[in-house]
């Protein structure tokens, strides 16, 4: 128990160290693949440095909720990440959120997110409250279908169990999975604020959701959120790994096979942020008001994929 | 022996009865309208008291009595008075013209009598068909209440089948108890009484007792 | 080992109608109060508000302890008042008293500034509200129950038009009533079938009573109907969000949070109790009709812009997905899967629980803010937080739950519902198979636009700049209103973070109604279900992790870094003036929710033409329904009357043909 | 011997009243001999209570457990009625709108007009009994027609002729009636009497008694208002003084439906078959369907109270038709709470039309405002008659709707839509005269509100509870009536 403790510890420790990495990572492939000089892959941390140090600067009406959220959030998402297995498959925390937990743990990141972004009452706060709202309302179910066509596989809504499941079962084909696949990308591309749907690396008033949400943040509070932002794309990721290809996670307790867990759990997150930035891309953003367009494509494919769960697998 | 004839004469009387309907249905003048229902009080009078002596049903003779002294004095002539008071002489056309009244009329005749005819047959007493011919006396009365448009007519189609029903109540079951039948002409009379004092009142407030002036009162 | 301490309640329904006659004479006594409002205020309701706990306190009671029986001398001669009070009852007890506790508090302090007169009738027909409520819920017999059940709506009627001079006000009080009318007689005509001949009319004989499947499911669905018409259930809905918003605050939040939940547990008591046998369709029926509502509900609730009316929207939303979990139950419950529908069953009767609490706050919050402001349109508030922080605070905890957001109630019982849903491979009939998780896909959207919707309401209300300058004189609620929020936030959060105590006293509810109950596979602190393996959810755990995360993070920032701050203007991409007026506004915050589904609304919209010197804009989302399923109805029924006068005419000869024409068709008719 | 006192003192009051010609004080008097009556109406239900059913008189009177709370009933609602009359009229006098003639015509037929129902009520002679109907008619017909308006006298005319035409019809029913009597019982009295009918009413010749209850049905019927025979209700009730359309519509109705159900007990027996019931059945729903359809376009209030009359007499000839125990037992409750509540409503609305000056209903905003007791009595009142509990009306509905969803399930829509239909339409008319605002001011005298107050009061208190002798003596009708 002690060492499951220390595991979780130590992974969640990992996650939260390693998610600006990943970001740095996507940007580096981006501008390669755009034939821009990248920036160095650490670009993220000296951003989060930089922003540590500098004073807070907070609008007058600004309350106290303004300055509580960004905390909140990046707790939020430290749990997401402490729950989500990637190197090893037995954390004690885990019993604590399964799937639909997980799901309520973005969802109330999300929501002081955009209650924080419209406590300023200017014209983008409350956009960008509003059209990130708007995205979630229709990914959060999807994203939810995603998880319950996995979980109907594996009989349980808990992730180690899911893994367990899919990885140290005897292999087993499943279409349902594929489609959940297809859809959980178009999810996390959303939820995370990527392209088609979102483009973080501008301002341009009409088209921003996420950034609109922070735009009156700046220094620590700003730093946290950036963070959280790196870490919710780092927990998208690992959920993805773990659904969908979940081989060479450590199973319960054989601390043999830790190590070899660490590389492929790197190697994964290379190929993963690669094959982001590469759609990323070659995909232009789509107009907002095709994103729920865009999104409940993705809720019918989850759907899809659980009634051919019940049609082929059962 | 003797009952044939009165038998006869009291069937007769109820033909009579039947015919003054008719003719009181197609009657157009006010003035005919209450002779003809004095003559109809007449032979109802009449066809109680035979029935009253035939069969010796003595207190037939009272209502035989009473009919007589209010049905064909005091109404009629107290119907004259009014009339001659409020001078309304003829009475407009009807609401159905009298051709098709007849009509009606004649296949009421027939609905009654078939109505009647079980009736009939188990009664036990001398009349056999009159119970029907009360019947259609009532109907026919009733019949001319619905074409004529005016308040006189109206009451004297009211009385009509009162006729109608004193005569069932005589011939068919040698009269009600006296009790009721006092009572009977007891309401009678003061129907009378309090209609007339209503054409009064109609008069002053519609100065005529045509009864067109009389449909305000309806759901709109 | 709780029964010893409460082995000295020597039978709870005596006590449970000892609180009863108590409200009552605190109703008619402050009539006698009129003159002092003061009192009024400062002691009925206080008094009240004790009641209602004590009501509690039995409910608990009548949980632990074995259901008890009393006849009272009253009702008809054949038909005393049969009280019961089993563990359903105890249970909607539960509800009631705790909420209706923290809501009379705050209405202690909200009523103050009330006149005396309609005062003192106003706490007449609120503790007979209150008082009405626990009869039905005590009822043991169809008389009985019909009696508390409309003492209720009238009384509710009566409270709802307490401003009666508004004409709108008594607009919505005239179809509450007329719906809570029609129900009832399709509940009377319910107990009509039940009823086993000869004017028997006790539940007892109910329950023993031998009923083809045919008349069950005719008693089955005038039940739905009218119980129904009472929860507002879709297309049943339409008084709903025009009378709770109309009530005065405290009343809404008596309406949506309590009285809504009787009819549930009416539908329950007639499915499961009194009828003796079940029919699976009517579990679809419940499921899809509870699903159809739980989405109109949500969809209208985003595009309201009157804070009340909102709420209300929500409530339908809410009474929706307890209709979904009833069918589920009812179609487990059917396919001999007791266990399942324990599980169900339970998350039904949670999210009643939670709905109660979470539905109450944000009703009273509202009504502070209609005290502070006078305004119950959103496009005129705004960044309330800062003059009433208070208010704010907890009615952001009730949104947060109505919200469906861990570590709070909402998401407990909405996690066990989705649990719920995913079992149904375990059912026999295959279409039910897929149908069921497609429905859990609908809960799953409802929910998301629930926090949609809640964004709005609190971003809308309570955060921003004041859209109104006469905003900057709002106070905040006074300590009485305080105290009555704070105990219903509290009930929100120990609810989510202690379900499975919770559960454990839902069991025997559980095992009433389908002969199982729920075991949890978890130790105290672990919610699981079904087992261990299968689902888990460790409410303190999340919230401890959260919690710790948060303190450390910010030790760290501030011991690390300096915490300097520095206050000037917003940026907002630089532009150089601000104004209240370029936020979101209420209907613009829903804009999006009715592009997608405007098929369900008839939209108005009255756009400001580009010269005009003050442009005006004007949207409404109407409620397609009405035009749907009541214009229609009222067209008919115009016409008929119409027909109807005809007849009536004024000519004395066509009168006395209607006698002519009667006579003779009855001589034909009698003597062929 | 209290018979004697219960006819007497109304018919004396009524010959006393024409002589003594309007005094001051002849509304006390009507009141005291009102008092009077009911005095002997509580004595002679103290008998029946203490020594069950008797006749007197020579069997020429006779009182049984059905018509003795009829009896105490309309001796109350009458004594009530004057107590309300007394400022009520002065009033109307003070606005000129009667002169001494007329209020010495209004008092002494209202007295004639309670002996005649109390006769009517308590005869054992079914050719009485028709007589003492016609009387009541003729003494209301010119106490419709009181104020002399063109529209009160086409009210009376139509009551006059409609009602007499009914009558006549139930006339002939009578003499059918004794035609298959005599064979059995021989001609004379007593065939007439309805405690030796009842005797033998099996060996009355059936085709003829078939015959006999259809003309009976449609003769009373037309009285007890039953579409389509009712034309003439509305515009009686709403013509005539309050006081009257109190009277009418509580106690008249009622009387009829008494008569109705006399020979209903007979032809029963005379058939052995529901012949009578499915007519009445068939009767009462269309009355009840009629009248709500029609309740929904007034503009006057009192004609709406009118239609309400109807509908509820209609619900009541519908329990009656449906028969057993239950139905029976809830058509005489039914006939109880319907008389209380519909008097006091029309007490109440008699105030506020006084005050408003107008009947329509435009005209009445905001009494809860100018006069809160009168507001509340006409708000609780409409209530209590659209059968909301605890109110006693909904007693009875909760019995009758029960037991025909149990026995006649096909009448049930019929009910459930005129029941709502009836609800929204007087309710959505009666609440803004209740409610909203108002500029009218206060009312200048003191209404007399105990009657109002004291009928709601017994209505919901039989409500909740019904006193054992009561319940006892409505069981006992039941069975009377083949329950």
């Known amino acids: 128990m002690s060492t499951g403790i220390l595991l979780q510890l130590a992974q969640t420790l990992l996650a939260i160290l390693l998610a600006p990495l990943l970001m740095g990572w996507v940007n580096q492939c981006r501008a390669w693949l755009q034939g821009r000089s990248a920036p160095p892959i650490t670009q993220p941390y000296r951003t989060l440095k930089k922003l540590f140090h500098k004073d807070a600067v907070i609008a007058h009406n600004a309350s106290p909720l303004f300055r509580f959220a960004p905390y909140m959030i990046f707790a939020c998402m430290a749990l997401a990440a402490g729950i989500v297995p990637t190197v090893v498959n037995d954390l004690p925390f885990s019993p604590a959120a399964d799937v639909i937990a997980l799901v309520g743990i973005f969802a109330l990141a999300r929501v002081f997110l955009a209650l924080a972004a419209m406590d300023i009452g200017t014209s983008f706060g409350t956009l960008g409250a509003r059209r990130e709202m708007l995205v979630s309302f229709l990914a959060e179910p999807a994203l939810l279908m995603v998880f319950f066509t996995a979980s109907l596989i594996s009989q349980s809504t808990r992730l180690p169990v899911i893994v367990d499941t899919l990885a140290h079962q005897e292999f087993v084909i499943y279409p349902s999975l594929a489609f959940a696949a297809v859809a959980f990308w178009m999810i996390s591309v959303a939820e995370n604020a990527r392209i088609p749907i979102d483009n973080p690396s501008t301002h341009l008033e009409l088209t921003m959701i996420h950034e609109a949400m922070i735009l009156e943040y700046s220094a620590r509070h700003l730093a946290l ?11 998208y990721s690992a959920l993805g790994i773990a659904l969908f290809l979940p081989w060479g996670i450590a199973a319960q307790g054989d601390m043999a096979a830790l190590p070899l867990a660490l590389l492929i759990m790197i190697a994964k997150f290379l190929l993963g942020g690669a094959l982001l930035a590469f759609i990323e891309t070659i995909s232009a953003k789509v107009r907002l008001f095709r994103a729920p367009e865009f999104l409940g494509t993705a809720f019918l494919l989850a759907v899809l994929g659980m009634l051919l769960h019940f049609l082929l697998e059962v | 022996m003797s009952l044939t004839y009165h038998l006869q004469i009291v069937n007769l009387l109820a033909a009579l009865l039947l015919l003054i309907s008719f003719a009181m249905l197609s009657q157009r003048r006010i003035a005919g309208l209450i002779t003809l229902f004095a003559w109809q009080g ?27 002294v209010l049905k064909v004095i005091a109404m009629p002539w107290y119907f004259f008075r009014i009339v001659k008071k409020l001078d309304v002489s003829r009475d407009v056309e009807p609401m159905i013209n009298i051709p098709t009244t007849m009509l009606i009329g004649i296949v009421l005749v027939i609905f009654a009598f078939n109505l009647t005819q079980p009736i009939s ?19 026919l009365a009733f019949l001319m209440m619905i074409t004529r448009s005016k308040a006189i007519p109206q009451v004297i189609g009211f009385l009509a089948m009162e006729n109608g029903l004193f005569f069932a109540a005589t011939s068919a079951t040698y009269g009600m108890p006296l009790v009721v039948e006092l009572g009977v002409a007891l309401d009678v009379m003061v129907g009378v009484f309090v209609l007339s004092i209503f054409f009064f009142q109609i008069r002053e407030t519609f100065d005529s007792l045509d009864l067109k002036h009389m449909e305000k009162l309806k759901e709109r | 080992m709780t029964n010893g301490l409460f082995s000295y309640f020597a039978d709870p329904v005596q006590w449970a109608w000892a609180g009863v006659m108590f409200w009552l004479v605190l109703g008619f006594a402050s009539l006698l109060l009129q003159r002092s409002p003061h009192l009024l205020s400062r002691l009925v309701f206080p008094l009240g508000a004790l009641g209602a706990l004590f009501i509690a306190g039995v409910g608990v009671a009548g949980l632990l302890l074995p259901a008890s029986a009393v006849v009272l001398p009253i009702g008809l001669p054949d038909l005393p008042f049969h009280l019961r009070l089993d563990a359903l009852s105890a249970f909607f007890m539960v509800l009631l008293g705790g909420a209706a506790f923290g809501i009379t508090v705050y209405a202690s302090g909200y009523f103050k500034s009330m006149a005396a007169g309609p005062l003192a009738l106003l706490a007449l027909w609120y503790h007979l509200f209150l008082g009405g409520m626990v009869t039905v819920l005590l009822a043991d017999d169809a008389y009985a129950f019909m009696v508390a059940w409309e003492v209720m709506a009238l009384s509710s009627y009566f409270l709802v038009t307490t401003d009666h001079k508004v004409p709108e006000i008594r607009r919505a009080g005239f179809l509450y009533l007329l719906i809570a009318h029609v129900g ?8 009509g079938v039940l009823q086993g001949g000869h004017g028997d009319y006790t539940f007892d004989t109910m329950r023993l009573a031998e009923m083809t499947p045919f008349w069950a499911s005719v008693a089955y669905l005038l039940a739905l109907f009218g119980f129904g018409a009472k929860a507002g259930m879709v297309p049943l809905h339409v008084w709903l969000p025009e009378a709770h918003p109309a009530a005065p605050s405290p009343v809404s939040a008596l309406m949506s949070g309590v009285m809504l939940k009787t009819a549930i547990y009416g539908l329950l008591r007639v499915t499961f109790d009194l009828l003796n046998i079940q029919i699976g369709w009517w579990g679809t029926l419940a499921l899809a009709l509870g699903l159809i509502t739980a989405l109109y509900g949500v969809i209208f609730a985003a595009v309201q812009s009157d804070m009340k009316r909102l709420l209300a929207w929500s409530s339908i939303e809410n009474i929706g997905i307890l209709l979904a979990a009833f069918g589920l139950t009812l179609i487990f419950y059917t396919d001999g899967k007791g266990a399942l529908a324990a599980l169900t069953l339970t998350a039904l009767l949670y999210h009643a629980l939670n709905h109660a609490f979470f539905k109450g706050l944000l009703f009273v919050g509202t009504g502070s803010v209609l005290h502070a402001t006078g305004v119950r349109h959103m496009g005129h508030l705004g960044g309330l937080m800062r003059f009433m922080p208070w208010t704010a605070w907890l009615t952001l905890i009730g949104a947060l739950a109505i919200a469906g957001l861990p570590p709070l109630n909402g998401f407990v019982s909405e996690w066990l519902l989705l649990q719920a849903f995913l079992q149904t491979p375990g059912l026999t009939q295959p279409y039910l198979n897929m149908v069921i998780p497609v429905a859990a896909a609908t809960v799953a959207l409802a929910a998301a636009l629930a926090a949609y919707v809640m964004v709005k309401f609190f971003g809308v209300v309570f955060l921003g700049q004041p859209r109104d300058p006469v905003l900057h004189e709002a106070h905040e609620a006074s300590w009485p209103e305080r105290l009555g929020m704070l105990w219903l936030a509290a009930g929100c959060v120990l609810l989510g973070l202690f379900p499975t105590q919770v559960i454990g006293w839902l069991a025997p509810v559980v095992s009433l109604l389908t002969d199982q109950s729920l075991v949890n596979d978890g130790n105290w602190l672990m919610l699981a279900p079904i087992s261990a393996e299968r689902a888990s959810y460790a409410p303190l755990i999340f919230f401890a992790v959260v919690a710790t995360v948060l303190l450390l993070t910010f030790i760290w920032v501030r ?3 300096h915490g300097r701050v520095r206050r000037s203007d917003p940026w907002d991409c630089g532009y150089p003036e601000q104004d209240a007026r370029m936020q979101d506004s209420a209907e613009g915050f829903g804009q999006p929710i009715r592009q997608i589904f405007e098929v369900f609304m008839r939209v108005e919209r009255e756009t400001p033409d580009p010269f005009s010197r003050t442009p005006h804009y004007h949207g409404a989302s109407l409620d397609k329904a009405w035009f749907i399923f009541y214009a229609p109805i009222a067209r008919v029924t115009n016409w008929l009357s119409e027909q109807a006068g005809r007849l009536q005419h004024g000519r004395i000869q066509w009168y006395l043909i209607y006698s002519f024409a009667t006579l003779i068709f009855l001589l034909v008719f009698t003597t062929r | 011997m209290e018979i004697y006192w219960l006819l007497g003192i109304p018919l004396t009051g009524g010959i006393f009243l024409a002589l003594w010609g309007c005094r001051k004080h002849s509304p006390e008097i009507n009141t005291l001999f009102s008092l009077l009556t009911l005095l002997a109406a509580a004595l002679l239900t103290h008998r029946i209570i203490e020594n069950g059913p008797m006749t007197v008189g020579g069997g020429w009177f006779f009182i049984d457990s059905f018509n003795v709370f009829l009896v105490a009933l309309t001796a109350f609602v009458a ?78 005319w139509k009551y006059f002729i409609l009602c007499g035409v009914g009558i006549a019809l139930a006339l002939f029913g009578t003499i059918l009636l004794y035609f298959a009597a005599e064979k059995v019982l021989g001609s004379g009295g007593t065939a007439l009497l309805w405690t030796h009918l009842n005797g033998v009413k099996t060996e009355l ?8 209850f259809v003309f009976l049905l449609v003769g009373y019927g037309t009285k007890v208002g039953l579409a389509p025979l009712h034309s003439w209700l509305p515009d009686a009730h709403a013509e005539g003084p309050t006081p009257v359309s109190a009277v009418l519509s509580g106690l008249l109705l009622n009387v009829a439906l008494y008569a109705v159900m006399r020979s209903k007990v007979l032809v029963d027996g005379a058939l052995g078959n529901e012949m009578a019931g499915n007519l009445m059945m068939g009767f009462g729903l269309l009355s009840v369907v009629v009248a709500a359809f029609l309740i929904k376009r007034q503009t006057d209030v009192k004609r709406m109270f009118a239609y309400s009359s109807i509908e509820h007499m209609g619900l009541i000839t519908f329990a009656f038709g449906m028969g057993g125990a239950v139905a029976n037992f809830a058509a005489l409750l039914h006939m109880t709470m319907h008389s209380l509540t519909k008097s006091a409503i029309f007490f109440a609305v008699g105030h506020a039309t006084q005050k408003a000056g107008s009947q329509l209903m435009a005209d009445i905003r905001g009494l809860i405002k100018t006069n809160p007791t009168i507001g509340w009595g006409l708000m609780l009142g409409t209530v209590a008659i659209l059968g909301v509990p605890p109110f006693g009306v909904f007693a009875s509905e909760f019995l009758i709707i029960t037991t025909a969803m149990h026995d006649h399930p096909w009448a049930t829509p019929f009910l459930l839509l005129a029941l709502g239909v009836a609800f929204a339409s007087i309710f959505g008319k009666v609440q803004p005269m209740v409610f909203g605002e108002t500029e009218s001011a206060k009312l200048p005298y003191q209404p007399a509100l105990t009657p109002v107050f004291l009928h709601l009061g017994l209505v919901l208190m039989l409500g909740l509870f019904i006193p054992p002798y009561l319940a006892a003596w409505y069981r006992q009708a039941a069975q009377l009536l083949g329950g």
Do not use: C
């Not at chain 3, 009832?184 to 107990?191: G, M, Y």
């Not at chain 4, 309300?84 to 709108?97: D, L, N, V």
């Not at chain 4, 209202?110 to 129902?117: K, L, N």
């Not at chain 4, 010749?205 to 006999?212: C, F, G, I, K, Q």
């Open chain 2, 121 to 139: 047959e188990m009664s036990g007493t001398v009349m056999r068909s009159t119970l029907g011919i009360a019947l259609a006396t009532v109907l």
């Open chain 2, 42 to 68: 007449a032979a109802l009078a009449a066809s109680t008291a035979l029935v009253a002596w035939s069969t010796g049903q003595h207190h037939l003779y009272y209502s035989a009595a009473l009919t007589l």
């Open chain 3, 559 to 561: 011991r690390v870094y």
């Open chain 4, 79 to 156: 004594f009530t009625t004057a107590l309300f009359s007394r400022p009520y009229m002065r009033i109307e006098q003070e606005h000129g709108k009667l002169n001494d003639k007329r209020l010495r015509l209004y008092h002494s037929s209202y007295q004639i007009f309670i002996f005649a129902m109390l006769l009517a009520l308590t005869t054992n002679n079914m050719g009485i009994l028709w007589v003492a109907m016609e009387a009541a008619t003729l003494a209301t017909v010119l106490l419709v027609s009181l104020y002399r308006t063109p529209a009160s006298l086409e009210a009376a």
């Open chain 1, 225 to 235: 959120i950036e963070w959280s932002v790196a870490l919710k794309l780092f927990t």
């Open chain 3, 184 to 191: 009832a007689i399709s509940l009377l005509l319910t107990f």
């Open chain 4, 205 to 212: 010749e059936p085709t003829v008694l078939s015959l006999a």
